[in-house]
């Protein structure tokens, strides 16, 4: 919190040869580089931390998003759907590796963002996210109805309302959701 990222990664790594079959120095640790902008060294102990004895989803998730963020979507994937063994509720997991599934396989996209939603039902950027894939798929029902349901939820926000209006600008025969 204090910015001094340096102290902190040396710190994180001092607490992990101090207790190294727990995964949270190494993932800290992995936080601090990542800001730093020194990725290797960040995904250095972020693999090391994924290959301790007790699994942890913390560390699949933060290597899938890793990968994700340098290019490697097949790996990213396969982080993502570990976290998913590993904490089925882990809603930002499920929202990520839909993103990355998005273009190539809808059904799965779909399937993990409902995930997601399940998870965390007032979550609006899940229910923005199933919506507009609905509609970049010409879905435009349900697209209307994933975010009426959101609504009946209480879930609302100015992304939604943009959202709906562009979804009825494209269906002119849609109903307004309420």
Same mark, same amino acid.
Request: glycine share 4%.
């Given at each position: 919190?204090?910015?001094?990222? *340096?102290?902190?990664?040396? &710190?994180? *790594?001092?607490?992990?040869?101090?207790?190294? *079959?727990? +995964?949270? +120095?190494?993932?800290?640790?992995?936080?601090?580089?990542?800001?730093?902008?020194?990725?290797?060294?960040?995904?250095?102990?972020?693999?090391?931390?994924?290959? $301790? +004895?007790?699994?942890?989803?913390?560390?699949?998730?933060?290597?899938?998003?890793?990968?994700?963020?340098?290019?490697?979507?097949? @790996?990213?994937?396969?982080?993502?759907?570990?976290?998913?063994?590993?904490?089925? &509720?882990?809603?930002?997991?499920?929202?990520?590796?839909?993103?990355? &599934?998005?273009?190539? *396989?809808?059904?799965?996209?779909?399937?993990?963002?409902?995930?997601?939603?399940?998870?965390? +039902? $007032?979550?609006?950027?899940?229910?923005?996210? $199933?919506?507009?894939?609905?509609?970049?798929?010409?879905?435009?029902?349900?697209?209307?109805?994933?975010?009426?349901?959101?609504?009946?939820?209480?879930?609302?926000?100015?992304? $939604?309302?943009?959202?709906?209006?562009?979804?009825?600008?494209?269906?002119?025969?849609? &109903?307004? @959701?309420?």
């Amino acid at each position: 919190r204090q910015n001094r990222l *340096d102290e902190a990664a040396a &710190k994180f *790594d001092r607490a992990h040869a101090l207790r190294p *079959d727990i +995964p949270q +120095p190494l993932i800290n640790g992995a936080m601090a580089f990542a800001r730093l902008g020194r990725l290797n060294e960040a995904e250095n102990r972020l693999v090391q931390a994924t290959g $301790l +004895p007790e699994p942890c989803a913390e560390a699949h998730f933060n290597l899938g998003l890793l990968h994700a963020e340098l290019g490697r979507r097949d @790996a990213a994937a396969k982080e993502l759907y570990r976290t998913l063994e590993l904490a089925p &509720k882990n809603a930002a997991a499920a929202c990520n590796l839909a993103i990355l &599934k998005a273009g190539t *396989d809808y059904p799965e996209t779909f399937r993990l963002l409902q995930q997601a939603i399940e998870a965390d +039902p $007032l979550n609006p950027r899940y229910v923005h996210t $199933l919506a507009f894939y609905y509609l970049e798929t010409h879905q435009f029902d349900a697209a209307q109805e994933t975010i009426r349901q959101a609504r009946q939820r209480g879930v609302n926000s100015p992304e $939604l309302q943009v959202l709906l209006r562009e979804i009825l600008a494209r269906l002119p025969e849609a &109903k307004p @959701a309420r």
